[in-house]
């Protein structure tokens, strides 16, 4: 058994009230929580501004003796850097609805919160999305063109630049989740949003295998090749689970679809080698949180997530201090 915390992250659990869900992930085990910053968990203006809401935050967390190590601020982040369709209304308050510009000043607003509300709460980082201009363009047809794909990037720029100065001004990283739909969402276009921000120390990642698995790229090697940039990690796994039918696009099927090409899963139940991923975690020194994110839309989410925490306990484990053979020397 490994030292890391082992926390859940609470965007799948935003029905429920903080302290419901911070009584039931206690009672499954888990250490802490990774907050999610919309339904009742956490107001990123609140906890920025108001030192009484933050201290009940932490007496809340005291109460069920659970830490939290990283805010998740996914919504906000891609409300600043996408291209807007209605999808965004969803994210957004009511009185933004419809309304492009008031969308994307709403999430700048959030995440200039955001990295203030970290340091208040007692975290490190700040999980989440930038969103994309051009994801939306991913399908070269009609064609794309790579000043599009150029000045994508460089939009990206200019509206993070400002968000990330506030947060080296907190002392807060950055954890961008590579995520289709994300202006980095594979592995190269990773290589490239570092590039472009110059390897700018602010910006990691949230290492989330789930989401490389399927679009053929080996996670293990993601962790290896971004070392230095390994800042959050979420033990999240997927089944790819392609007939001769399905395609890895996934067909417009809802997510628990069984004729899907591919699926998130329940840890354990895909096809993600977290082994691998642990070995790779020991030898780059990762000693930061392992967060559940639990989505499984065939399993009872209770009943998963209690599983989960047992099976990251299960699969982590510490690096050995000494070479094997040594023993064997006269």
């Known amino acids: 058994m490994g030292n890391r915390p082992v926390t859940l992250f609470t965007g799948q659990w935003a029905d429920l009230t903080f302290e419901e869900i911070c009584k039931k992930a206690s009672s499954w085990g888990y250490d802490g929580l990774e907050i999610a910053c919309w339904g009742d968990h956490m107001d990123l203006e609140k906890a920025a501004k108001d030192p009484n809401y933050v201290e009940k935050r932490k007496e809340i967390l005291e109460k069920y003796n659970l830490k939290c190590w990283a805010l998740g601020a996914h919504l906000m982040g891609q409300c600043v850097g996408d291209l807007y369709d209605v999808r965004l209304d969803g994210f957004a308050p009511a009185s933004c609805k419809g309304n492009p510009e008031k969308i994307r000043a709403w999430g700048i607003e959030q995440m200039m919160y955001a ?39 460089r939009e990206i720029v200019d509206l993070w630049t400002p968000i990330f100065e506030k947060f080296d001004a907190e002392g807060i990283t950055f954890s961008l989740e590579v995520h289709p739909t994300e202006i980095a969402f594979d592995y190269y276009t990773a290589k490239r949003l570092l590039e472009v921000f110059n390897y700018r120390k602010t910006l990691g990642f949230n290492f989330d295998p789930s989401h490389l698995i399927w679009q053929g790229v080996k996670p293990h090697l993601f962790v290896r090749d971004f070392a230095e940039r390994i800042y959050h990690v979420h033990m999240k796994d997927a089944a790819v689970t ?65 599983e989960a925490a047992e099976f990251v306990r299960k699969v982590d484990f510490e690096p050995s201090n000494i070479a094997f053979d040594d023993a064997m020397k006269s």
């Not at 930038?130 to 939306?136: C, D, E, F």
């Open 115 to 153: 990295p203030t509300a970290a340091k208040n709460m007692g975290c490190y980082t700040v999980t989440g999305f930038t969103g994309s201009p051009v994801w939306k363009f991913w399908y070269s047809f009609p064609q794309t063109t790579e000043k599009m794909v150029e000045d994508a990037y």
């Open 242 to 306: 392609l007939d001769g039918r399905a395609g890895i696009l996934g067909s417009m099927m809802t997510f628990g679809d069984t004729r899907r090409g591919w699926n998130f899963r329940s840890l354990g139940h895909g096809h993600v080698n977290f082994e691998e991923i642990i070995r790779e975690l020991n030898n780059i020194g990762y000693s930061g949180p392992l967060s559940v994110e639990w989505e499984d839309s065939g399993m009872e989410r209770e009943f998963g997530a209690k």
